[in-house]
């Protein structure tokens, strides 16, 4: 039996944007927030260093700066104007968050505190300047538990482990989403005037992965079948510090605090390739230092990893030889008691995956998949935009990791997702309330249910030649070796004929739970089914764009090309095939210029 | 090694009775409990269901009854448990379907403390944060690490003998809140912690405080709660 509900306000998704968009648009309009985790699980809260603005409490700083190091962070890919609105919004999005009772860490003075983190400069000096707010190392987690609490204080309506599979439209409108609740097995649709997608990235494609597992990719995979385009999705960004073999986030946070990389021979490297920031220079650039050092045989013990060096001498000695010191102008002598302090979960993992102390040894670090750069169109005000042309798709909202504003162009700066994700949750829920009091509900498509079935039922049906936990292996595999931090055509055209082939293998799966009570084989699989329509759809981006931008960087075209690719991708399929086209990218202030760190 | 991996299972469509059943894998001393159940489910049995989200031990989903202690089982390393490894789901709560259980009771009780900062008073003028010292802000910091997995309310002979029962883990949020120094609500949450159904059913058995496995020192604040009840000090 299909359940019926109509609210004027949907949002798919309880991480920080979707808890945002929730939050205002209940304001004033009937809201509903659909997840199909409980939201305290989301991967909001693993975000670790911080959240980013030019709050300046600890020293100068100033909004221009936070925009310009984040075009820069892009690669000048990121759409000025929108960075210019976040940046701007930024000092007011973390202070709402502590009016809401975020605590986060504090200076003397009784401020939030805020830490140096990767590609965040003073602007006239090029030096590192402390612009991320932080709470220790947990501020993804104090931020989601935050907003989830004052979600609960204004009685935000939440339908907790609801799994949305389809999106449905009609007369070029969103009217409403299709979930299945995971408890009962029962299908509900949910009618609705707007729609804000908010379920995150699709991290979980790659093998060496810091995403969780719920990172499928399942609101751009609703999204796409329903013919709305994807932007710029070859662009996905490599976090340089993974726990070696198993992808867990070692955050920038330590680096902020003073933590070096070295490799196997024992020197710090990063010198070579960011003569200034050095250790603190933008993520793909580090993540593409630590793979040419491997490569050339200084991983640790000839090894793919190398270490992060967090020791107190270690930082001690190099923040002397670098002339960094304290905010008062003295020398940094930091201790294992005011590091573990900052930085108490790095240790905890550490400890409990490793068996190492990072206060007495180095961690193996190697790069891990993180962040989804690319995603739904969208606008500053979270409104899904379907072509070059601003056109906006009545009804349709996204925000988080799974839209592209575009905020992080070809590379996301460290902290600014926590920021996008405050910003323009907030913004996409107030412009979808305010849609919803002008607009009437548009009549739901007869049979709603029918496409979320039928993808059901193709699942139930295979004939069981192929298993599903398979197939994701080598999906995981061929993405992280073919398409990962360095790609080449040769490359992603295996990886291209590898995806057709695990395509193929899947229409053979068959899941065996026919029970209805938490069947999570069913769910499970159709998880997979997301992954493999994205991963085409991020390997063709990827072989499409013939240079090196950003997380983009292929060894067959080693330089940006701004003359041909200075420019957003579209992708959409139509009949069975996929099919790119552009959008341009909006400068405003700073025309590109060669990235040196 | 090879490990035996023994694992509660209900599925409620098709078994009157639950069961236990024993499966065999080869697995590293490295590999978490979780990897193990992954492994089973994608390879012997899919129906085999367990929530899991993050698999470090940050997003609080996989809380379980692992060789009689509540961990979550993307933290328990096979190296920690040895070969014979039993898997149970949290106590005290209605099992769903094999390892799920069903966690409203455990919500409605965290509910129940008014789970949110509250401060109704003016922003302070220049519209910036409120200000709180280094030392103020360190007071409460242990009890921000909640995760709200469960792991404790459910290792908790107290919250066994009655699900209305608020918990370690409410209280954990309590103490978040009446001992932050900008909430200003602190005499109503202590009020709702001397109820009957409050803090008087902890009679510090420490489990709480062994199960957590954000190392936060439940029974510690449980203990400064009761101290602030009696005391009327929010020091």
């Known amino acids: ?597 | 090694m090879e490990v035996t991996l023994k694992v509660f299972r209900f599925n409620p469509d098709v078994d009157k009775k639950w069961r236990y059943e024993t499966y065999k894998l080869e697995a590293d001393p490295t590999d978490r409990v979780l990897d193990l159940l992954e492994r089973v489910k994608g390879y012997t049995d899919g129906s085999l269901a367990f929530r899991r989200s993050c698999a470090h031990g940050v997003c609080g989903s996989d809380a379980l009854r692992i060789n009689g202690k509540n961990s979550l089982a993307c933290k328990a390393l096979v190296r920690d448990y040895g070969e014979k490894i039993t898997v149970e789901p949290i106590m005290g709560l209605k099992v769903i379907k094999d390892l799920i259980v069903d966690m409203k009771p455990f919500f409605d009780n965290y509910k129940k403390i008014l789970p949110f900062f509250i401060n109704d008073s003016p922003l302070p003028a220049d519209g910036k944060e409120r200000r709180q010292s280094i030392e103020q802000r360190e007071r409460f910091d242990d009890t921000t690490k909640c995760i709200l997995c469960a792991c404790c309310t459910t290792s908790c002979p107290s919250f066994w003998a009655s699900d209305d029962y608020l918990g370690p883990a409410a209280m954990v949020t309590a103490h978040r809140f009446i001992f932050d120094s900008r909430d200003e609500s602190a005499s109503e949450r202590l009020h709702i912690l001397s109820e009957t159904s409050g803090i008087a059913r902890c009679h510090t058995v420490f489990n709480c405080t062994m199960a957590c496995p954000r190392e936060i020192q439940i029974t510690k604040a449980i203990g400064e709660l009761k101290l602030a009840m009696v005391t009327g000090n929010l020091e």
């Open chain 1, 1 to 597: 039996m299909t359940q019926n509900h109509q609210f004027e306000v949907v949002v798919v998704g309880a991480g920080g944007a979707g808890l945002m968009a929730g939050l205002y648009a209940s304001k004033t309009a009937k809201t509903a927030v659909i997840s199909k985790l409980y939201p305290t699980r989301s991967h909001t809260g693993a975000a670790q260093g911080g959240i980013s603005a030019a709050l300046g409490n600890l020293e100068e700083d100033r909004v221009e700066w936070h925009t310009y190091d984040s075009v820069k962070g892009s690669d000048y890919l990121g759409d000025q104007d929108s960075i210019e609105f976040m940046c701007q919004e930024a000092p007011q999005a973390i202070l709402e968050l502590e009016h809401m009772g975020l605590p986060f860490d504090r200076t003397p003075e009784g401020k939030i505190s805020q830490r140096p983190f990767g590609g965040h400069t003073n602007n006239v000096t090029g030096k590192p300047v402390r612009r991320a707010a932080h709470a220790a190392d947990r501020t993804g987690h104090m931020i989601l538990q935050t907003l989830y609490q004052q979600c609960l204080k204004n009685n935000v309506n939440f339908y907790d482990e609801f799994q949305v599979l389809d999106l449905l439209t009609k007369d070029g409108k969103a009217c409403g989403v299709v979930a299945v609740e995971l408890a009962t097995g029962e299908l509900h649709v949910f009618h609705a005037k707007a729609v804000i997608f908010a379920t995150g990235g699709h991290g979980r494609m790659w093998e060496i992965t810091s995403n969780a597992y719920a990172y499928t990719g399942d609101g751009a995979a609703i999204t796409f079948r329903r013919g709305i385009p994807l932007e710029d999705m070859e662009f996905f960004q490599f976090h340089p510090t993974g726990i070696y073999k198993l992808g867990i986030l070692i955050t920038e946070g330590v680096r902020g605090e003073g933590g070096i990389l070295i490799n196997g021979k024992g020197e710090r490297f990063m010198p070579k390739y960011a003569p200034t920031v050095k250790d603190l220079a933008s993520r793909d650039v580090i993540s593409r230092a630590i793979y040419m050092e491997i490569r050339e045989g200084r991983g640790v013990n000839g090894s793919n990893y190398i270490y992060l060096d967090v020791r107190p001498e270690v930082v001690n000695k190099f923040a002397a030889l670098d002339g960094r010191t304290n905010p008062d102008g003295s020398p940094i002598k930091v201790t294992a008691e005011e590091l573990l302090h900052k930085l108490p979960d790095i240790v905890d993992f550490n400890r409990v995956y490793l068996g190492i102390d990072p206060m007495t040894q180095p961690m193996p670090i190697q790069p891990t998949a993180h962040y989804t750069m690319g995603g739904i169109p969208t606008n500053r005000y979270g409104q899904v935009v379907v072509d070059d042309q601003g056109t906006i798709y009545p009804g349709l909202y996204a925000a988080g990791e799974v839209a592209c504003v575009s905020i992080h162009g070809a590379n996301r700066l460290g902290t600014n997702s926590l920021l996008d994700l405050v910003v323009f949750g907030k913004y996409s829920g107030l412009k979808a309330a305010e849609y919803a009091k002008s607009a009437d509900f548009t009549p739901l498509p007869n049979d709603p249910t029918a496409f979320a079935s039928q993808q059901f039922d193709a699942l139930r049906n295979g004939d069981g030649k192929e298993n599903a936990f398979d197939i994701g292996r080598e999906l995981k595999k061929v993405m992280f070796d073919d398409v990962g931090v360095f790609r080449i055509e040769e490359g992603m055209k295996n990886a291209l004929t590898k995806l057709a082939e695990l395509r193929e293998r899947f229409k053979h799966v068959r899941v065996n739970d026919s029970g209805k009570t938490f069947n999570t084989e069913l769910l499970n699989a159709w998880e997979l089914g997301n992954l493999l329509e994205l991963a085409e759809v991020v390997a063709t981006c990827a072989l499409n764009r013939k240079e090196s931008r950003g997380g983009h960087a292929r060894e067959d075209y080693s330089k940006r090309d701004d003359a041909n690719w200075l420019k957003h991708t579209l992708i959409t399929r139509k009949n069975g095939k996929l099919e790119i086209s552009y959008k341009p990218v909006v400068i405003t202030k700073y025309q590109p210029k060669e990235r040196v760190y």
